[in-house]
């Protein structure tokens, strides 16, 4: 069964630093999508970035970047230059594959870890 | 502007109380989905819907039901059979069945109950 595991349930960054979020994930699926989504204290959840299993570069979107390792099942975030606005939630997911027309689709999430910037 | 809306914001049920959650979407997407969310937890899959008139159970289904009467409206309503209601609920949808597509999630609705 696919998993999403982030170890980390909390971490501190000084504003202006980087960070790196972990991930790691367990498919015996060959294609599958990753996400990270962003939930702060309001509770919405925002799309950050995606990576697919068969793309050949890591992904980025402005100061965030996906650190996508395939053979160790890692996909984690990095955060560049932390703002205080970046303390929230972050949330790990995968996609499963869409083989079968009413099993797919649906994301798989993990535990979450909470980010927290100090000034 | 195109997106989910989520209704109630916060919503308060008696025991042995049905509730419906409203999710209506503008953004011409296909597939909608409900997710629950505990406190301190991820996310997990309640319904889901590719397309009008259908829709599956996810991973905790029990004590919930859907209807897909239209495509941009995805109602869930939380029975008394659920034994444990008290959550944050939260709606999503996505344009298609392609795997890369990124689901879009509405405000959600906090559930509790007295």
């Known amino acids: 069964a696919q998993k999403i595991t982030q170890t980390q349930p909390g971490m501190f960054v000084q504003e202006k630093e980087a960070v790196t979020l972990d991930c790691t994930y367990d498919?015996?699926?060959?294609?599958?999508?990753l996400f990270w989504y962003k939930q702060p204290s309001s509770g919405e959840m925002i799309f950050l970035i995606y990576q697919g299993s068969y793309d050949q570069q890591n992904a980025t979107e402005g100061r965030y970047s996906l650190n996508f390792q395939k053979a160790r099942k890692s996909a984690n975030l990095v955060i560049s230059a932390s703002q205080l606005g970046d303390s929230a939630m972050y949330f790990c997911?995968?996609?499963?594959?869409?083989?079968?027309?009413?099993?797919?689709?649906?994301?798989?999430f993990g535990q979450g870890t909470e980010l927290s910037v100090k000034p | 502007d195109g997106g989910i809306t989520q209704s109630p914001k916060y919503l308060f049920r008696k025991e042995g109380q049905n509730v419906t959650l409203s999710c209506e979407q503008n953004?011409?997407?296909?597939?909608m989905y409900w997710y629950r969310q505990d406190p301190g937890q991820g996310l997990r899959l309640i319904y889901y819907?590719?397309?009008?008139?259908?829709?599956q159970k996810g991973d905790i289904a029990e004590g919930y039901s859907v209807s897909r009467e239209k495509k941009e409206s995805f109602p869930l309503t939380v029975t008394s059979a659920q034994k444990n209601p008290t959550a944050f609920y939260l709606c999503a949808s996505s344009t298609s069945w392609d795997r890369y597509n990124e689901q879009f999630f509405g405000p959600g609705t906090r559930l509790t109950v007295l």
């Open positions: 819907s590719q397309i009008v008139n259908d829709f």
């Open positions: 997911a995968m996609r499963e594959q869409l083989l079968i027309y009413n099993q797919g689709g649906k994301l798989i």
């Open positions: 953004l011409n997407h296909d597939a």
């Open positions: 498919t015996s699926d060959p294609s599958y999508g």
